[in-house]
């Protein structure tokens, strides 16, 4: 069975860093492009960061441009999100996705992704 599992997130003072990590198992995720999303406490799911299968294309959102970094790895299993200059507003629980269409753009898009992981929490202090 598909399968994406997050883990890395944590509690961090304002302006510390955090990665995270999303691993991919059971089909073959390798040709799909790969998001992260977030949703804080009370609000909507938010796109984060995309990355393309290659790796070659990512996007992201205009909040955390300059400070967080999307990669994947070689063998492109697993998915990186490298959080910088954590700020409170960056609390919440984080989700990777795999784009359900191979070989497309990474997409801001939400309906855009059919598999999900669990999710994983990060608390930023003030």
């Known amino acids: 069975q598909a399968q994406l599992v997050e883990s890395g997130g944590g509690l961090v003072q304002a302006g510390g860093s955090l990665r995270l990590s999303c691993t991919a198992s059971?089909?073959?995720?390798?040709?799909?492009?790969m998001g992260w999303f977030r949703q804080a406490p009370g609000q909507e799911r938010e796109f984060v960061a995309a990355?393309?299968?290659?790796?070659?294309?990512?996007v992201y959102a205009d909040s955390v441009k300059g400070r967080f970094t999307i990669s994947r790895d070689v063998a492109k299993i697993t998915v990186y999100l490298q959080m910088n200059g954590l700020k409170p507003e960056d609390t919440g629980v984080y989700y990777c996705a795999s784009d359900a269409t191979t070989d497309r753009n990474p997409s801001t898009y939400s309906p855009t992704y059919d598999y999900w992981g669990q999710g994983t929490q990060v608390t930023v202090s003030s």
């Open positions: 990355i393309s299968w290659t790796g070659v294309r990512t």
């Open positions: 059971g089909r073959t995720f390798s040709n799909h492009a």
